[in-house]
């Protein structure tokens, strides 16, 4: 079975389911969205009320870091039955919903009052409408990807399904000046498996920094309506409207419609000074 497959026959036993910048919030999100990220893994369908008892929040934080954020559309029609009833699609072009994508290498991440260590994490998503009508931009996340062990296992033990471990997981920045590019994969999970690539530019350190705030959504067997709240300071943005996704796993493909995918409404290199990351289980 699918991931995406594994997905929808437990949400049915449930509810039935920048710019990451202020330059984001300049267009409409008829057209444009945000960034974001799947499917839950294995597992029962239904709950037990230990499981839920065990669902709590983490708190991590992520220090002078460089990313890739991405924002493009694929077929409504291709994700419309992945995406739970409790969560709405944020409407895009005729026929269209706003894809994300995002990648980001970290100076350090820090879990709780652990020790930091540098690492990368990423998500693949939709735009949605606000569940509860906070965030600057809510996503429905299909995948949220790291190469910290103490990051995933603090979610996956919180109830976040939706996380993977990637210990290959890449964000090279190769060459320099005008012929800088961006190499960057995810591995798992593998159905999922993309890869970014093309020219790529950071911004100017001397840019006004700006601040944002980025909440990626799921449902889930343990955690309930769950989210994952980025608060994000420091902010600094470049366009790199030239990269592009490679779709290499069967549901991604699926989800794009081919084997790439563009992002014609939003594609940049980005900075930030901090984010604080807080995962919030049975948020509504």
């Given at each position: 079975m699918s991931l995406v497959k594994s997905h929808l026959s437990r949400s049915s036993h449930m509810r039935t389911k920048g710019l990451y910048t202020l330059a984001l919030g300049a267009l409409t999100l008829a057209s444009v969205a945000a960034i974001g990220c799947g499917p839950v893994a294995d597992g029962d369908a239904a709950a037990t009320q230990q499981e839920i008892t065990l669902a709590r929040e983490v708190r991590a934080t992520f220090t002078d870091c460089i990313e890739f954020g991405g924002v493009g559309v694929v077929p409504v029609a291709n994700v419309s039955s992945l995406v739970p009833s409790q969560f709405t699609l944020s409407p895009g072009p005729p026929g269209l919903a706003i894809a994300v994508a995002h990648m980001a290498k970290c100076q350090e991440i820090k879990v709780g009052n652990a020790a930091g260590h540098?690492?990368?994490?990423?998500?693949?998503?939709?735009?949605?409408?606000?569940?509860?009508?906070?965030?600057?931009?809510?996503?429905?996340?299909?995948?949220?990807?790291?190469?910290?062990?103490?990051?995933?296992?603090?979610?996956?033990?919180?109830?976040?399904?939706?996380?993977?471990?990637?210990?290959?997981?890449?964000?090279?920045?190769?060459?320099?000046?005008?012929?800088?590019?961006?190499?960057?994969?995810?591995?798992?999970?593998?159905?999922?498996a993309f890869g970014l690539s093309g020219p790529f530019a950071l911004p100017d350190a001397s840019q006004p920094p700006g601040t944002n705030l980025i909440n990626y959504w799921t449902d889930s067997r343990r955690a309930g309506n769950a989210v994952l709240e980025y608060n994000i300071s420091g902010l600094r943005v470049q366009p790199t409207p030239s990269v592009v996704l490679d779709a290499v796993g069967a549901d991604l493909q699926a989800i794009v419609g081919g084997t790439q995918l563009a992002f014609p409404f939003f594609a940049a290199g980005e900075s930030f000074e901090s984010t604080t990351l807080t995962f919030r289980p049975n948020a509504f």
């Open positions: 540098p690492g990368l994490m990423g998500h693949l998503g939709l735009l949605i409408n606000p569940p509860t009508g906070t965030g600057n931009f809510n996503n429905y996340l299909f995948a949220h990807v790291t190469d910290d062990p103490g990051l995933f296992s603090a979610l996956k033990g919180a109830g976040l399904q939706t996380t993977y471990i990637n210990p290959h997981l890449r964000f090279d920045v190769l060459g320099s000046g005008s012929s800088t590019t961006l190499s960057a994969a995810a591995q798992r999970p593998h159905q999922l």
